[in-house]
């Protein structure tokens, strides 16, 4: 099925690091979303962006929609052990269909 | 309140038998989406359905059906089962059917097919 691209794959950082991580498309989006998803749960809303541009904050967590909508980042500041997990970007075009990337895995080192 | 509520969270089946899973989406949500996340890949969407009227379909065989009650729960049911149906199913519930609303995952439900 059709995915995202998102990078890196996986990282292993040092508590109190700040993290990166990117999602680009062939295609539009008019919505960008990023998830975070612990072992056996679903995935949980972190960041919703909605237009071309914008930068929005949750926290220690930072994200933008990329003005050419066909990409989005997510930052994370000042990594703590908890911030553990896989990261999921996905796109939406307008209906209620979600396109996902193939995830982030984030290990922190105390 | 509550969040979206799937079951059973865990489920194991034998090849070719048929499976029914079930979701309750957030009150007030009134669009319940299915997907499959197979280990180590992100969820893959299967179903939409807005109002009791299916809205959207993924790449999925006919083997896999769903509906959406009055109450906006929602079933996904799979027939005929296969190894590789093996995977977490999982239910989103959103506000409204498009227009980018956030959607919300329950802890989703774990199938098994051996």
């Known amino acids: 099925g059709q995915q995202l691209n998102q990078s890196p794959q996986s990282m292993f950082i040092q508590e109190g690091e700040d993290v990166s991580m990117n999602c680009t498309s062939s295609s539009i989006f008019n919505t960008w979303l990023w998830y975070k998803q612990d072992p056996g749960e679903g995935p949980v809303l972190l960041i919703a962006l909605y237009k071309a541009g914008e930068l929005t904050s949750n926290g220690r967590l930072t994200a933008q929609f990329g003005i050419t909508r066909k990409d989005s980042f997510l930052n994370i500041s000042a990594s703590i052990p908890s911030d553990v997990g896989i990261y999921f970007c996905?796109?939406?075009?307008?209906?209620?269909?979600?396109?996902f990337g193939q995830g982030t895995t984030l290990q922190v080192k105390p | 309140d509550a969040g979206v509520t799937q079951s059973p969270t865990h489920l194991i089946k034998t090849r070719g038998q048929q499976v029914t899973l079930r979701c309750s989406p957030i009150s007030g949500h009134k669009s319940v989406s299915w997907y499959q996340q197979v280990l180590g890949q992100g969820p893959q969407f299967i179903f939409q359905?807005?109002?009791?009227?299916?809205?959207g379909r993924g790449n999925f065989p006919d083997r896999f059906s769903a509906r959406q009650f009055p109450n906006y729960s929602s079933e996904l049911n799979v027939n005929a089962l296969l190894l590789g149906d093996s995977a977490l199913y999982l239910c989103?519930?959103?506000?409204?059917?498009?227009?980018?609303?956030?959607?919300?995952f329950g802890q989703g439900t774990r199938l098994t097919v051996v």
């Open positions: 359905y807005y109002e009791k009227e299916e809205r």
């Open positions: 996905a796109g939406q075009r307008g209906t209620g269909k979600l396109i």
């Open positions: 989103a519930s959103s506000r409204d059917r498009d227009r980018g609303r956030e959607a919300f």
